[in-house]
């Protein structure tokens, strides 16, 4: 009987302190609850809040407020006076625990809120109130006491995240969210729509309790969503989420290509094909590490660690990443792949606006080895390493090095974006190239032996690949030693061009390569030949001319000379026109092989130096090319190459396989 009693007693009290209160608030005129409600979050926060607009009030068991034209001072450092407005805010709260002091919100909803969250150089963010306790070890702000709630509404609200020290914003249309709890310490459920840097996005999934959150204590998160077409995951924790910024979460992504989050990242993105990627984040402070990351793009693969700091006015990334393939056609549409196929473009070299503002939104070094990248079919280099520094808009890559057909490549490259426009330097170095297996495995010849060096020194400027292809200036070295042809090669040449390669063999024998040179300095866009000679058992190759990569176009003259007299009416020279897109050859209507051949012996000089071709001679069994090379050593100024030429030395000879023609469509036009 007697708990029967407390029982009774204890309602009953309740009961008396309900009415109290009922009869309390029913009595208030609505400027007093304007002048209660300012005061009580004053003295909670320490900031201002101002109900502009009319109150309406709704007792019950459980009470509800409208409040209109509401809005919130920011920090006294903020950006703006307001840290939010609202045009409507309606809230209903627990009558009950609201006696104990306990504010536990049933239903808030904001219509039309407009909130700013921001940090200072330092870090600090305008959602913080108060002082931290003296002697807590951390100099971290108290988020002060905040309320727990059953249900949040947003409708059509916007919101912004800057971030002090990198002077950046986030900015947020959210067309509406709802996030709702069944109890204080159950999980938040939660269902967001809207765009961040107009990249539409929906997200849903679980958020920890509002007791957790109101407490600051690890707050675990699910989610999934979609950004941009781009379906993503997130899932993990993240500690004391108002007053640190900790954060641990195992992302992913997959999505149709990377270009559709340029918004979203506020910086350009590659133009790719279908992508995936997964990583473990972990976020603390500026400092955003991921490990684990794998990213998938069509056939190709990166995985490695990357670190990203946001401490300055530019984020820094460093790292080191690896690759099974890297396929350059992966970083292409398949749509677009397909239209260059059927309509390709008037230039080899592309118009394409190179990314200059990517160039100077980020700095960073990153290390990458690539088992293969690859260009194309049958191009590609191996063992690839190289390291890419990007500061201050200036991308280097440097050192470099890879396998190219049984060779070896090193060397650099540059681009300079810290002017208008940007500059380009490439350096390349390479060393016992297979252009046999090249050409093999570009599917344009076999039976082709050899090897070649080459030295490539060029630089120039402009806003595309075209535009600082017709400015490049340097020059191209190439030298190589004995190689052969295979005689089957020759005899499947074009009709129009057999008369003009069945020199170059004797007797059905394949064709023994002595040599081959090419010297051709670049200035202004334009390669002129310096010398281009190439040297067999039969038949001696000289060629002058020029490309000019302003317009791509082509023009060379190709004069054979024979060594052997039965072969000497047959040596008949040729012109290679047209452009570097589509190559034209055809004979040389100047004249005779022999008269051809005497006009390049002048027009070779110093290479040949005039007595080197014995023009008048019907044959020379001298090793024209190492004695071009021992004449004019110093010509390139890459003594390297010219050291190893000792032996012989050969062209990628462009000219055979099924025709000269499709030689050259083959590696230029692609």
Same mark, same amino acid.
């Given at each position: 009987?007697?708990?029967?009693?407390?029982?009774?007693?204890?309602?009953?009290?309740?009961?008396?302190a309900?009415?109290?209160?009922?009869?309390?608030?029913?009595?208030?005129?609505?400027?007093?609850l304007?002048?209660?409600?300012?005061?009580?979050?004053?003295?909670?926060?320490?900031?201002?809040?101002?109900?502009?607009?009319?109150?309406?009030?709704?007792?019950?068991?459980?009470?509800?407020?409208?409040?209109?034209?509401?809005?919130?001072?920011?920090?006294?450092?903020?950006?703006?006076s307001?840290?939010?407005? /609202?045009?409507?805010?309606?809230?209903?709260?627990?009558?009950?625990?609201?006696?104990?002091?306990?504010?536990?919100?049933?239903?808030?909803?904001?219509?039309?809120?407009?909130?700013?969250?921001?940090?200072?150089?330092d870090? &600090?963010?305008?959602?913080?109130?108060?002082?931290?306790?003296?002697?807590?070890?951390?100099?971290?702000?108290?988020?002060?006491?905040?309320?727990?709630?059953?249900?949040?509404?947003?409708?059509d609200? &916007?919101?912004?995240?800057?971030?002090?020290?990198t002077?950046?914003?986030?900015?947020?249309?959210?067309s509406?969210?709802?996030?709702?709890?069944?109890?204080?310490?159950?999980?938040?459920?939660?269902?967001?729509?809207?765009?961040?840097?107009?990249t539409?996005?929906?997200?849903?999934?679980?958020?920890?309790?509002?007791?957790a959150?109101?407490?600051?204590?690890?707050?675990?998160?699910?989610?999934?969503?979609?950004?941009?077409?781009?379906?993503?995951?997130?899932?993990?924790?993240?500690?004391?989420?108002?007053?640190?910024?900790?954060?641990?979460?195992?992302?992913?992504?997959?999505?149709?290509?990377?270009?559709?989050?340029?918004?979203?990242?506020d910086t350009?993105?590659?133009?790719?094909?279908?992508?995936?990627?997964?990583?473990?984040?972990? &976020?603390?402070?500026?400092?955003?590490?991921a490990?684990?990351?794998?990213?998938?793009?069509?056939?190709?693969?990166?995985?490695?660690?990357?670190?990203?700091?946001?401490?300055?006015?530019r984020?820094?990334?460093?790292?080191?990443?690896?690759?099974?393939?890297i396929?350059?056609?992966?970083?292409?549409?398949?749509d677009?792949?397909?239209?260059?196929?059927?309509?390709?473009?008037?230039f080899?070299?592309?118009?394409?606006?190179?990314?200059?503002?990517?160039?100077?939104?980020?700095?960073?070094?990153?290390?990458?080895?690539?088992?293969?990248? &690859?260009?194309?079919?049958?191009?590609?280099?191996?063992?690839?390493?190289?390291?890419?520094?990007?500061?201050?808009?200036?991308?280097? /890559?440097?050192?470099?090095?890879?396998?190219?057909?049984?060779?070896?490549?090193?060397?650099?490259?540059?681009?300079?974006?810290?002017?208008?426009?940007?500059?380009?330097?490439?350096?390349?170095?390479?060393?016992?190239?297979?252009?046999?297996?090249?050409?093999?495995?570009?599917k344009?010849?076999?039976?082709?032996d050899?090897?070649?060096?080459?030295?490539?020194?060029?630089?120039?400027?402009?806003?595309?690949?075209?535009?600082?292809?017709?400015?490049?200036?340097?020059?191209?070295?190439?030298?190589?030693?004995?190689?052969?042809?295979?005689?089957?090669?020759?005899?499947?040449?074009?009709?129009?061009?057999l008369?003009?390669?069945?020199?170059?063999?004797?007797?059905?024998?394949?064709?023994?390569?002595?040599?081959?040179?090419?010297?051709?300095?670049?200035?202004?866009?334009?390669?002129?030949?310096?010398?281009?000679?190439?040297?067999?058992?039969?038949?001696?190759?000289?060629?002058?001319?020029?490309?000019?990569?302003?317009?791509?176009?082509?023009?060379?003259?190709?004069?054979?000379?024979?060594?052997?007299?039965?072969l000497l009416?047959?040596? !008949?020279?040729?012109r290679?026109?047209?452009?570097?897109?589509?190559?034209?050859?055809?004979?040389?209507?100047?004249?005779?092989?022999?008269?051809?051949?005497?006009?390049?012996?002048?027009?070779?000089?110093?290479?040949?130096a005039?007595?080197?071709?014995l023009?008048?001679?019907?044959?020379?069994?001298?090793?024209?090319?190492?004695?071009?090379?021992?004449?004019d050593?110093?010509?390139?100024?890459q003594g390297? !190459?010219?050291?190893?030429?000792?032996?012989?030395?050969?062209?990628?000879?462009k000219? !055979?396989?099924?025709?000269?023609?499709?030689?050259?469509?083959?590696?230029l036009?692609?």
């Open positions: 009987m007697r708990l029967k009693r407390i029982a009774v007693i204890g309602a009953a009290l309740a009961a008396a309900a009415v109290a209160v009922y009869a309390t608030l029913s009595s208030l005129e609505f400027e007093e304007r002048g209660i409600a300012e005061s009580e979050v004053r003295q909670a926060t320490g900031r201002e809040l101002k109900v502009a607009g009319p109150i309406d009030l709704q007792i019950s068991l459980s009470p509800s407020i409208a409040l209109e034209d509401v809005s919130f001072a920011n920090a006294p450092w903020g950006s703006r307001a840290l939010a407005t /609202v045009k409507r805010l309606e809230l209903e709260v627990s009558l009950l625990p609201l006696l104990l002091g306990d504010v536990r919100i049933r239903r808030l909803v904001l219509v039309e809120p407009d909130i700013l969250l921001e940090t200072d150089r870090g &600090r963010g305008n959602w913080l109130f108060g002082e931290a306790p003296v002697g807590d070890g951390e100099g971290e702000e108290s988020p002060g006491t905040l309320p727990t709630f059953s249900e949040i509404v947003v409708r609200g &916007r919101a912004f995240f800057h971030n002090g020290k002077d950046r914003t986030m900015r947020f249309h959210l509406s969210l709802r996030a709702r709890a069944e109890s204080r310490s159950g999980p938040i459920e939660i269902a967001v729509s809207g765009a961040a840097n107009s539409a996005f929906k997200i849903e999934g679980t958020l920890g309790s509002p007791a959150l109101a407490a600051d204590e690890t707050f675990p998160l699910k989610l999934t969503g979609e950004v941009a077409g781009v379906r993503v995951t997130a899932e993990g924790r993240i500690e004391a989420p108002l007053t640190r910024q900790v954060a641990d979460l195992s992302v992913s992504g997959k999505g149709a290509s990377l270009v559709d989050l340029s918004a979203l990242a350009p993105l590659p133009k790719t094909g279908p992508f995936s990627l997964a990583a473990q984040v972990r &976020r603390e402070g500026d400092e955003i590490k490990t684990g990351l794998a990213i998938q793009v069509g056939g190709s693969d990166v995985a490695g660690n990357l670190r990203l700091s946001l401490a300055k006015a984020p820094v990334v460093t790292g080191k990443l690896t690759a099974g393939l396929d350059l056609a992966d970083l292409m549409p398949p677009e792949v397909a239209l260059a196929m059927t309509d390709p473009p008037p080899v070299f592309p118009e394409t606006p190179l990314p200059m503002e990517a160039l100077s939104a980020i700095d960073g070094e990153i290390t990458l080895g690539v088992a293969v990248l &690859r260009f194309r079919d049958g191009l590609e280099l191996t063992d690839a390493d190289l390291r890419l520094a990007l500061a201050g808009g200036r991308l280097t /890559v440097d050192p470099l090095s890879a396998t190219l057909s049984g060779g070896t490549v090193t060397g650099s490259l540059s681009l300079d974006g810290r002017q208008t426009p940007l500059a380009f330097a490439l350096q390349l170095d390479a060393s016992d190239v297979n252009y046999g297996r090249l050409l093999a495995d570009m344009i010849a076999e039976g082709v050899g090897s070649l060096q080459a030295v490539v020194d060029v630089r120039g400027s402009g806003v595309s690949p075209r535009a600082i292809a017709a400015g490049l200036s340097g020059r191209v070295d190439v030298v190589g030693g004995e190689g052969r042809i295979d005689s089957s090669l020759l005899g499947a040449a074009d009709a129009g061009l008369d003009m390669f069945s020199s170059w063999g004797a007797d059905g024998e394949d064709a023994h390569l002595n040599c081959a040179v090419i010297r051709m300095p670049l200035k202004d866009g334009v390669a002129t030949s310096e010398a281009i000679l190439l040297d067999s058992d039969t038949v001696t190759v000289g060629s002058d001319g020029s490309a000019d990569l302003r317009d791509e176009t082509l023009d060379f003259r190709v004069t054979p000379q024979a060594k052997q007299a039965s009416s047959l040596a !008949v020279p040729f290679i026109t047209g452009t570097l897109g589509q190559p034209q050859v055809g004979p040389d209507p100047l004249g005779t092989a022999v008269g051809a051949a005497k006009v390049a012996g002048i027009l070779f000089n110093p290479l040949v005039g007595a080197a071709l023009l008048d001679s019907e044959s020379s069994d001298q090793n024209l090319c190492v004695a071009a090379l021992g004449q050593q110093g010509a390139t100024g390297g !190459v010219v050291d190893k030429a000792t032996g012989g030395v050969t062209d990628t000879l000219g !055979v396989g099924e025709g000269l023609d499709k030689g050259l469509k083959s590696l036009g692609d």
